[in-house]
């Protein structure tokens, strides 16, 4: 994570609140820990500190884009339902949740995809290369919509979700 704050800063420095430039500076990027029910900090199932915790880094303001790397597959289910409800919450219409990583498409993946599925589910049970559809009927029942799939490096993909 300090390394993303040291590349945001180093972009909002050079590309953001530029006389030529109509880039708005880029939020610090901060670390949630989610479950079904949302965010949560410090494990603590308190809501009101994981609303607290999101309106100390957002000033209360509902916000344009939320990132997700390589959380999905190696998390429990529950963390991406709260990823979604989350998102749901705090993004304004429109709003724009982007997750990466490797996922299934119809239940089937790559083999090397396949195989890190395998890996992870040796590790903990909970964890695993999730399927596509489940993901999107989460974002749905969260208010969101999948609007782009994009084919990456590695077997990934990057999913862009709208807040309906």
Known sequence: ??????????????????????????SQPFSLSLDEDG????KSRDSADAITTIAKHTGGESLDLMICINMIHISPWTATIGLFKTASEYLHRDGILMTY?????????VESNLSFDTNLKARNELWGVR??????????????????????????????????
Not at 4 to 22: I, T
Not at 101 to 109: H, S
Not at 138 to 155: C, I, K, R, W
């Open 101 to 109: 990583g490797p996922y299934k498409v119809n239940e089937t993946a």
């Open 131 to 164: 399927d596509l559809e489940k993901v999107k009927e989460v974002a749905e029942e969260s208010g969101m919509v999948l609007d782009e799939v994009v084919e990456m490096p590695a077997n990934n993909l990057l999913l862009v979700f709208r807040k309906k």
């Open 1 to 26: 994570l300090s390394s993303l704050k040291e590349r945001v800063a180093e972009f909002n420095e050079n590309y953001c609140n530029q006389n030529e430039s109509a880039l708005p500076p880029i």
């Open 39 to 42: 965010a949560m900090e410090d």
